[in-house]
């Protein structure tokens, strides 16, 4: 597990590693006739996974925006072979109200096993964080940005961004 993990951070850290392949900024109107996302406000980002010069996987991010809920969406898939070959799936979805986290699940998969489950609720002003099914904490600190919604969103003013991953807040120095 931890040298998967190594292998995730050091594929898609690196600024040089990853490349934006191609931006498409769209509302629902050009996208499929999906009833269920039908005059909302749909934005996707696409980026190749490179390690080294070659291509490794895809990471595709998605905002969708319906009246005050704004739900932001990765799945990245990355096939690498460092001595055995390792398939990656990661997918998050946190959905905010008025600029505030309401719920996230994040799942990773390695070659096609679960090795996470992260998800996080609110009840009432509370923050409650679970871990494969079993609590793992809880705060009452506001989530306004995630790991996901930078995506999309420059977080200004702000000094720390909540990791579904790692579900704690890490501090952004500039």
Do not use: W
């Not at 998050?92 to 990773?108: E, G, M, N, P, Q």
């Not at 600190?141 to 977080?155: A, D, G, K, V």
């Amino acid at each position: 597990m931890r040298f998967t993990l190594i292998a995730i951070i050091f594929l898609i850290s690196g600024s040089d590693i990853i490349h934006s392949q191609s931006i498409k900024n769209t509302t629902t109107t050009s996208v499929k006739e999906n009833s269920a996302i039908k005059g909302c406000q749909y934005s996707q980002a696409i980026f190749g996974v490179y390690f080294g010069s070659k291509k490794v996987g895809t990471l595709i991010a998605e905002k969708i925006t319906n009246h005050q809920i704004t739900t932001y969406a990765i799945h990245s898939e990355v096939k690498v072979n460092l001595i055995i070959e390792l398939k990656i799936e990661e997918s998050i979805k946190d959905v905010f109200t008025k600029d505030l986290l309401i719920s996230s699940v994040l799942t990773r998969e390695v070659n096609d096993v679960q090795k996470a489950k992260n998800t996080v609720v609110i009840q009432g002003d509370t923050y409650f964080f679970n871990s494969d099914n079993k609590p793992t904490g809880g705060t009452s600190e506001r989530i306004t940005t995630t790991i996901c919604s930078m995506y999309f969103n420059e977080p200004v003013n702000e000094t720390v961004v909540y990791s579904e991953s790692y579900q704690q807040f890490i501090t952004m120095v500039s």
